[in-house]
């Protein structure tokens, strides 16, 4: 399975970017697809994800209201509509998928939040 990433870069605070990722190469039942951040200095955390049968997503309590995620199951693609954006969201964003008893990563990609 590939993960390809696209979206992110540059943008000043207050600002908007849509980063979206797409899954291809051995179908699998997804469970659910989702995106996490890595900041300079700091540890990969969870972003938000979204479950691939009800839709259903979770979003981190830092990003909640301004963070919306999607999916289209057709296309097997996640977007993240980031809203009201703030330097510390400035990372690197990972793209990841869970199927049964396995988990895929994205290459990242980044997002630069200007103040």
């Known amino acids: 399975v590939q993960l390809q990433a696209s979206g992110g870069g540059l943008v000043q605070a207050g600002g908007s970017l849509r980063i979206s990722c797409a899954a291809s190469g051995r179908s699998f039942r997804f469970y659910s697809m989702g995106w996490f951040r890595q900041a300079p200095g700091k540890e990969r955390e969870f972003v938000a994800a979204?479950?691939?049968?009800?839709?259903?997503?979770n979003v981190a309590d830092s990003v909640k209201g301004r963070f919306t995620i999607s999916r289209d199951n057709a296309k097997n693609s996640v977007t993240l509509q980031m809203n009201s954006l703030q330097p510390e969201d400035t990372a690197v964003y990972y793209c990841?998928?869970?199927?049964?008893?396995?988990?895929?990563w994205g290459q990242g990609t980044l997002v630069t939040v200007s103040s």
């Open positions: 990841r998928l869970l199927v049964t008893g396995r988990e895929y």
């Open positions: 979204i479950s691939w049968s009800d839709g259903s997503t």
